[in-house]
């Protein structure tokens, strides 16, 4: 594997978050909390999972939106305090935070379903 996708953790990630953080319909401020918290968090925790800042997953209301994959489990209204129990139960602990999942878009093969 490229060096480029070693330091970029893709060597080891388990998992893919998401983190759309606006700026059209969602809260930017608190998107950004959100995404700083995330990213120290699974440093602190040592989390084995890439993450991205993305600035539309083009569904614009309820957000912040928080997408796991290779789920396909899509949080909504995504705070700082709800990523410390998603990141706890989900990514750590391997089972989704059901009250909160909006959706799910698992993978499988090559493609996801949507």
Known sequence: MPELFVRAGLKNAKRHLFLCIGPECCDPLEGERAWENLK?????????????????????????????YPEGVWYGEVTAGR?????ERHVIGGQP???????????GGQSCAG
């Open 40 to 68: 120290r968090r699974v440093k602190e925790v040592g989390a084995e999972v890439m993450r991205t800042k993305a600035a539309c997953l083009r569904v614009c209301q309820g957000g912040p939106w928080l997408v796991i």
């Open 83 to 87: 990523l410390e129990v998603i990141l």
């Open 97 to 107: 935070v059901e009250e909160w999942v909006a959706v799910r878009t698992p993978c």
